[in-house]
């Protein structure tokens, strides 16, 4: 019943920004940890972004300077702002989190479906 939707991707620029959000829905009971990861074509998943339930915040060397994690725990959303945007940041963008469900014990990682951003040159 737990879902993650994402939504901002778009084409854009190199020296663009971009928004993305993702928003958790279904049966929740609590949301810990949240992040952005993506994977480009040929390339691994990587973690672009996480924060935490406090609000502690990581980024990977990539995106520090760039961009920005933040939520929203009153509408179960996370954002990620991208400024500054270069042809290596495309790919699809995939939401995390660490949900706990309502009447379950502990969280499991539940994942969206993903993103596509595109940053022409």
């Known amino acids: 019943q737990v879902q993650l939707v994402e939504s901002g991707g778009g084409l854009v620029q190199a020296g663009g920004s971009l928004r993305l959000s993702c928003a958790a829905s279904?049966?929740?009971?609590?949301?810990?940890?949240m992040g952005w990861y993506r994977q480009a074509p040929g390339n691994q998943r990587e973690l672009v972004a996480t924060?935490?339930?406090?609000?502690?915040?990581n980024y990977a060397d990539s995106a520090k300077g760039r961009f920005t994690i933040s939520r929203d725990n009153a509408k179960n959303t996370v954002y990620l702002g991208m400024n500054s945007l270069k042809p290596e940041d495309t790919a699809v963008y995939y939401c995390?989190?660490?949900?706990?469900?309502?009447?379950?014990?502990?969280?499991?990682?539940?994942w969206g479906k993903g993103t596509l951003v595109t940053v022409s040159s």
């Open positions: 995390h989190a660490t949900i706990v469900r309502s009447g379950g014990y502990y969280g499991m990682d539940y």
């Open positions: 924060i935490s339930s406090g609000g502690s915040t």
């Open positions: 279904g049966s929740i009971f609590r949301i810990n940890a």
